[in-house]
């Protein structure tokens, strides 16, 4: 079964740092580029950062120079630290390829950042 899992979300304060964790289904992580995506109440769900197979990244001009994505690729894992934490940061965050071919949606991890 493909099937994402997004761990590492919780309530921080502003400044504070968080660093979510996803695991994915081999048969995606191999081939495809992994990105984080956030998902505002009302708003389309945006990509927040990308990594493809051979270590290129980018990231939102929202997120640049506070947020790395990475990966271990032994594990299928994607992270992404996030510090230097902002309010409008709080989102549900997910993972998923950075392609046109996708997994499922997992149930995503929510981060507040709130003092």
């Known amino acids: 079964q493909v099937q994402l899992v997004e761990s590492g979300g919780g309530l921080v304060q502003p400044g504070g740092s968080l660093r979510l964790s996803c695991v994915a289904p081999?048969?995606?992580?191999?081939?495809?580029?992994m990105g984080w995506y956030r998902q505002a109440p009302g708003k389309q769900r945006e990509l927040v950062a990308a990594?493809?197979?051979?270590?290129?990244?980018n990231y939102a001009d929202t997120v640049k120079g506070r947020f790395t994505i990475s990966r271990d690729n032994a594990k299928n894992t994607v992270f992404l630290q996030m510090n230097s934490l902002k309010s409008e940061d709080t989102v549900v965050y997910y993972c998923?390829?950075?392609?046109?071919?996708?997994?499922?949606w997992g149930q995503g991890t929510q981060v507040t950042v709130s003092s």
């Open positions: 998923n390829s950075y392609a046109s071919i996708r997994a499922p």
């Open positions: 081999g048969s995606i992580f191999r081939i495809y580029a």
């Open positions: 990594h493809t197979t051979v270590g290129i990244t």
